[in-house]
C-alpha cells in the first residue's frame, strides 16, 4: 500500500459473495484493510439463508463458515441498511476508499405470455421466500386448495419447489421452516405437481443429486413418459443423444429419470409428472388461474426449440414460474439492460465508452450472471478483490473524510450490529426448541426480527 493506513472497503450485500469479498480482502491485504459488510435484511448470508431448500441442510451449513468471516475483527456487519434508502452511492464513496456491490439477482425472469398476471401465476422467487421465511413474503399467501399445479422450469430451484410441494408436514417438521408456513404447508390440497420444460431431458439444468431425491420421496410418485425420455424423438440433431454420451451430468440424470419410468408408482397420495418438451403458451383463466396451455416443442436442425403445433391443456389452479434470475439495477451505478449485469472487466465496474469507473467494483450474480453454485462465489470474490488492490495499492487517493458511523447516526437509522445479529440468531434456536422441531425455527417477520435483535 502507499501508506499505512488501513484501506476502508464497503461491501453491498451479506451473501455468499459479499462476505466471500470481505474474506479475500483481509487475506490478501492482512492488516492494511477493514471492511465493513451492508445489508437491507437483519439477516447476513443471503441465499444461504433465503434461498437455499430447508429440507438441503449440508448446503445451510456453510453459514457456519460465513459467520467466521463477519467475527473476524477487521469486518464489522451493517444490518437494515438499504442503498437507496439510506445511504447513497455518493454517501459510500465519501466514506470509503473502494466500494464492491455483490447485490446478487433478486428477481425472476418473465415468460412474456398471456395470462401470466394472472392471481395464482407466481414467481418461484416469491414461493421460495415465504418457505424460507423471508421477512418480504410474511404476509404472501398461496392457494394451496388446488389439487393440482405447475413448476415451469427444470432447474434446481424448480425441483426444490416441487420437491416442497410434495413432501408431507411432518417430513419439513424438522427444518428451518416458518412455523405458519409448515402450518400452511399441513393443510395443503395439492395432489399432483406438473414440473415442465421446452426442452428435453438432456437439457435439464437440475443436478443429478437433486433428480434423485425426487425419486426417493415416500409420499409422492414420480412419472416420465417413455416418449419424453427418447432423445432422438424431438432432436433430429443427435445434440442430446451425444449430451448422454458425453456429458457426466446429464448421464446421471438419464439414469435417474430412466429408473422413474420403470418403477412402479405404488399406493402414494401425491403424483409429480416431469414433462419435457412443452412450452406454456397461455395461462387461463378470468379471475383466477384455472389452466395451463401447453405446445409440445421440438430441436430444430439448427439446434433451436421450435413448437410442433400440437397443444394439451393442464387443469392447474396455480402456476410457479422458474425460468431463471436476473439483477436489478444500483441507482447510479452503470448497469447493462441486455444481460441484467453491471459491465465489468474482472470486476472494476466500467462506465460509458467501456472506461473503468474508479473505486467501484462487483461480485457475484450482479458481475456475472446467476451461475454457477456457492462456492462459485469465492474464486469470482478473489478475483475482483485482486483487481481492487492492485488499482488502490498503486495510484494515489483521496482518503474518505467522513466516517459511516456518524452519518448512519446522524440518519437515524436503525442499524443492525452483528452482536444484534447472533441475538437473533439465539432466539430462532429457543424457538426450535419450545416447538420441539429441529435445530431452529426462523422468525419471518420484520417486526419480531427486530425485537429478537434487541431483546
Not at 8 to 26: C, K, N, Q
Not at 84 to 91: F, K, M, S
Request: hydrophobic letters at 40%; glycine letters at 10%; proline letters at 6%.
Amino acid at each position: 500500500m502507499a501508506d499505512q493506513t488501513p484501506l476502508r472497503v464497503a461491501v453491498i450485500g451479506s451473501g455468499p459473495a459479499g462476505i466471500y469479498t470481505a474474506e479475500a480482502l483481509v487475506k490478501q491485504a492482512g492488516e492494511q484493510v477493514r471492511v465493513d459488510v451492508f445489508d437491507r435484511l437483519p439477516t447476513p448470508y443471503g441465499l444461504v439463508r433465503y434461498g437455499v431448500a430447508p429440507d438441503h441442510k449440508s448446503i445451510k451449513s456453510i453459514a457456519r463458515y460465513l459467520q467466521g468471516v463477519l467475527e473476524n475483527p477487521a469486518v464489522r456487519f451493517f444490518g437494515c441498511v438499504e442503498l437507496g434508502r439510506d445511504l447513497t452511492r455518493a454517501d459510500l464513496l465519501a466514506c470509503y476508499d473502494a466500494v464492491v456491490y455483490s447485490t446478487g439477482a433478486m428477481v425472476d425472469r418473465h415468460l412474456g405470455i398471456p395470462g401470466e398476471n394472472l392471481p395464482g401465476s407466481i414467481a418461484a422467487t416469491d414461493f421460495v421466500n415465504w418457505y424460507c421465511g423471508h421477512p418480504d413474503a410474511a404476509d404472501h399467501r398461496f392457494d394451496l386448495t388446488a389439487g393440482e399445479v405447475a413448476v415451469i422450469g427444470v432447474g434446481n430451484v424448480a425441483v426444490d419447489v416441487v420437491r416442497i410441494l410434495a413432501k408431507t408436514a411432518e417430513e419439513l417438521r424438522d427444518t428451518d421452516v416458518p412455523q405458519d408456513v409448515l402450518d400452511a404447508l399441513s393443510a395443503s390440497e395439492v395432489r399432483r405437481i406438473h414440473m415442465i420444460g421446452r426442452r428435453g431431458p438432456a437439457q435439464a439444468k437440475f443436478t443429478t443429486k437433486e433428480a434423485r431425491e425426487l425419486g426417493e420421496l415416500p409420499h409422492a410418485a414420480i412419472h416420465v413418459s417413455p416418449e419424453d425420455l427418447d432423445l432422438a424423438a424431438s432432436d433430429p440433431t443427435g445434440a442430446s443423444a451425444a449430451l448422454a454420451e458425453s456429458d457426466r451430468l446429464v448421464r446421471g440424470n438419464m439414469k435417474a429419470m430412466r429408473a422413474w419410468m420403470e418403477s412402479p408408482p405404488g399406493d402414494r397420495p401425491r403424483r409429480i409428472d416431469l414433462r419435457f418438451w412443452r412450452a406454456p403458451v397461455e395461462i387461463l383463466g378470468t379471475d383466477q388461474v384455472e389452466g395451463l396451455r401447453l405446445e409440445r416443442t421440438h430441436l430444430t436442425e439448427a439446434g433451436r426449440v421450435t413448437g410442433t403445433g400440437e397443444y394439451e391443456t393442464l387443469p392447474v389452479g396455480m402456476v410457479l414460474r422458474s425460468v431463471g434470475y436476473q439483477s436489478v439495477p444500483l441507482d447510479g451505478v452503470p448497469f447493462d439492460e441486455r444481460s441484467h449485469v453491471v459491465p465489468n472487466e474482472a470486476g472494476r465496474i466500467l462506465g460509458a465508452g467501456g472506461r473503468v469507473v474508479p473505486r467501484e467494483y462487483v461480485a457475484g450474480w450482479i458481475k456475472r450472471g446467476p451461475t454457477g453454485v456457492v462456492g462459485t462465489n469465492k474464486s469470482d470474490a478473489a478475483e475482483t478483490v485482486r483487481a481492487l488492490l492492485a488499482d488502490l495499492g498503486g495510484l494515489e487517493h483521496t482518503r474518505p473524510q467522513q466516517r459511516i458511523e456518524s452519518l448512519i447516526e446522524a440518519r437515524g437509522v436503525p442499524a443492525i450490529t452483528y452482536a444484534d445479529w447472533l441475538n437473533l440468531d439465539a432466539a430462532e434456536i429457543a424457538l426450535a426448541r419450545s416447538l420441539d422441531r429441529g435445530e431452529r425455527v426462523k422468525l419471518g417477520r420484520w417486526a419480531a426480527m427486530r425485537d429478537a435483535c434487541r431483546p
